[in-house]
């Protein structure tokens, strides 16, 4: 991978994992966390540790089937140049809507997918005991309409490889393991200025790598 994907790829898992995917999976950690309350605390970490590995094996899964994908459309450069920059442009359109809030965000991540197909199960799975129905629950947690996990689905895309989409999304995943482990102490350190200024920075270079990309699959078409 080039050095500017890795880049977008490390800073903003890093940035939007607390500026942005304790919103969107935390009632997801609180309510697991309120379950395993009154477990002894190492049985506690073995299910959190559980649950979020479940969660980053579901985006390499996805990201395992986008890189697939993109394996078949670099094999045209014309092709690539179209599907770069639409990609690209998604990605610039993202990036305001993650700092806009609001309607474009909510029509981008359209939360009727959660509330339909994954919020019954997750209702189901979070009356159950057991490190399997912790397991099942992290993996419907990578299932979440999520405008950041767009974003690192579409760089999964574009890398044009299923061991690089796989390896994006496993990073993504893993660059958010200490916002999520540590949810209830960040969200009281973090204060809403800095979690606010961490999205816009997120967001800008979503924006400035959607620009790259656009850029290069126009080159491509030309």
Known sequence: MEFA??????????????SHCLGMCGGFVVACNAKLAKKP???????????????????????????????????????????????????????????????????????????????????NLIQKDGILAFMLLGFLNGFLPCGVVYYFLALSLSAGSIANGALVMAAFGAATLPAMLGFSGLVNL???ELKSKMNYISAGIIMLYGIYLAYLGFMAIK
């Not at 880049?7 to 940035?15: K, N």
């Not at 049985?43 to 479940?54: D, F, G, K, V």
């Not at 770069?84 to 359109?93: D, E, P, R, S």
């Open 5 to 18: 994907t890795i880049f977008s790829v490390i800073s903003v898992a890093f940035l939007s994992s607390i």
């Open 41 to 123: 605390v190492a049985q506690i970490w073995l299910y959190n540790i559980s649950y979020h590995i479940s969660r980053i094996l579901a985006y390499v899964v996805l990201g395992i089937l986008f890189g697939l994908f993109g394996s078949f459309v670099i094999a045209s450069v014309t092709l690539k140049g179209y599907v770069f920059f639409a990609i690209g442009l998604f990605m610039v359109v993202l990036g305001v809507a993650l700092i806009k809030r609001g309607t474009l965000l909510k029509f981008i991540e359209n939360d009727k997918i959660s509330q339909k197909f994954i919020m019954p199960k997750f209702k």
């Open 190 to 192: 973090i204060s809403g």
